[in-house]
């Protein structure tokens, strides 16, 4: 009782209603402590959240969540917060992923058995390499599984490295500088095309760089994490069910919600200052630690002239992270295939702006879903696209026109998109997701999952500033729901340490 007395005097602020920032509130607020979270958004979410339009509800961006299975880290959470977890079904296949000229795709299968026979007919003599990433996902989830601090910056956070490892994480150890490239080239398979085709189309929704530059490790993470016993899910109702969830427990437990309020700095002293665009109000809001659910560029942009120069260097040298360009789509049920996978992925031959690689990850709802009314579904086919492009174009309306009729004449291959199936359009370019996340330049995906970025090598929670923590898909272990949310684990476990 003396422990949560001491914490309630302990005021968190968190900067981003993401599920990462979420995720942390609502575990501080169970743990004792006064939270107050602020996001300039309408909903919360980030780019987990939803949008409502004629009757449909569209997933902003995330459209499938890993980590609901027991032991999976929102199992967790939600166990601890002693909130129900969103009712779910698996996504099997995970993907159907559809090469240039192919009209057969490749399907990757929940489970395990049927994966292996799917990829050895697609992928002849491919088989030890795929077994090389089964090991080491196995190895490594292990690993996660037990909690660690990635990357470490004090004692305390080594401990906690310390107690996660085990004989077996030792056999990643060599591996730890490896692309999915170079072992490509080592098991003799660069020069398969389809092979190399398919993992990079995979990788990059993941990682958001290709097989060359993919750590390896990451990577057989990203691409085991489909299979059972695990698995990717497609929720109920939409994505939203997430942060909706998040949001019950905070409140219940004491902290609280400021949608519409932008934080414009955080001091050196850790008070923030807030500005809120209805009342023309500012004003500095003190705290013991601040949780900065933003991108790594957003927070240095926060800090200004206080963000060590080191710091400020490193991320100014990163790699230009992707924007995404989407297009969503209102569609009557006939304009679906029989059959249709929950999410697809085509590579196409086109030469033109479309997309980076000329590919397009489309997520599909499901009849009864909660996302379309009766007779209707979503469609929702998203690429990946140069940030600067849209930031710096002459004709604004005129690229995005063209990135929309580009994207449903691909999609209307495998689709029947006409006048008559086609209910509501709309689309949203980085402009979009920089206006209504705060993501600098509308950038999606976290850092890159490189060697030099990955695990120890990444940016870690604890920033150069006592008590301000960084979570979110620029930290360990990535993007995605149950990436971000592990990095909300560790820093609620790392502020209670300091506590």
């Known amino acids: 009782m003396e422990s949560l007395r001491s914490n309630r005097k302990r005021r968190v602020v968190v900067v981003g209603a993401g599920i990462g920032g979420l995720t942390a509130a609502a575990l501080l607020a169970h743990r004792g402590y006064q939270v107050l979270v602020l996001d300039q958004a309408i909903v919360p979410g980030g780019c987990a959240s939803t949008f409502q339009r004629r009757g449909f509800t569209f997933d902003v961006g ?14 967790r959470i939600f166990s601890e917060l002693g909130i129900e977890p969103p009712a779910a079904t698996f996504c099997d296949p995970a993907c159907a992923v559809y090469l240039p000229g192919e009209t057969e795709p490749i399907r990757v299968w929940r489970d395990p058995d049927r994966w292996k026979a799917e990829r050895q007919r697609q992928f002849p003599r491919s088989e030890p390499f795929w077994q090389l990433l089964a090991d080491l996902f196995r190895q490594s989830w292990a690993f996660q599984s037990r909690d660690p601090i990635l990357p470490p910056r004090n004692v305390w956070d080594v401990l906690q490295l310390l107690q996660a490892v085990r004989p077996d994480t030792l056999m990643t150890v060599p591996y730890t500088f490896s692309t ?10 660069g020069h398969d095309r389809r092979l190399k085709t398919f993992l990079d189309l995979q990788l990059k929704l993941y990682s958001q760089v290709n097989a060359d530059e993919t750590a390896l490790l990451y990577a057989a993470t990203a691409l085991g994490v489909s299979q059972a016993p695990l698995g990717l899910y497609h929720l109920q109702g939409s994505m939203q069910v997430l942060s909706d969830r998040l949001v019950t427990s905070l409140e219940r437990d004491g902290g609280k919600l400021l949608m519409r309020h932008s934080v414009q700095k955080i001091n050196g002293d850790r008070s923030v200052e807030i500005y809120n665009p209805k009342t023309g109000k500012v004003w500095t809001e003190p705290a013991d630690h601040v949780v900065a659910n933003v991108t790594v560029q957003n927070l240095v942009q926060l800090l200004g002239e206080q963000v060590p120069p080191g710091y400020k260097h490193r991320v100014e040298k990163l790699p230009s992270a992707s924007g995404a360009f989407v297009v969503y789509l209102g569609v009557k049920q006939a304009a ?9 992925q085509f590579l196409y031959d086109y030469e033109g702006p479309i997309a980076e690689n000329n590919s397009l990850f489309v997520s599909v709802s499901h009849a009864g879903d909660g996302r379309a009314p009766e007779g209707c579904a979503t469609v929702i086919a998203s690429s990946f696209t140069d940030p600067t492009a849209w930031e710096q174009c002459q004709d604004y309306e005129g690229l995005k026109q063209h990135y929309t009729e580009t994207a449903i004449a691909h999609l209307s291959q495998f689709f029947n998109l006409t006048p008559d199936t086609l209910v509501h359009t709309e689309a949203a370019t980085p402009r979009t997701f920089a206006h209504y996340t705060g993501r600098d330049r509308g950038v999606v995906g976290g850092i890159g999952q490189r060697v030099v970025t990955f695990g ?8 150069p500033i006592q008590n301000l923590w960084l979570v979110g898909d620029s930290t360990h272990p990535g993007e995605g729901t149950a990436g971000v949310s592990y990095s909300a684990l560790t820093v609620v476990r790392q502020i209670e340490a300091e506590s």
């Open 180 to 189: 999915v490239g170079q072992m490509l080239r080592l098991y003799g398979l």
């Open 336 to 344: 679906i295939p029989s059959d249709c996978p929950p999410h697809l």
């Open 456 to 463: 120890p090598f990444g940016f870690a929670n604890r920033t």
């Open 62 to 75: 995330a459209t499938q969540v890993a980590g609901l299975e027991p032991g999976g880290i929102h199992h």
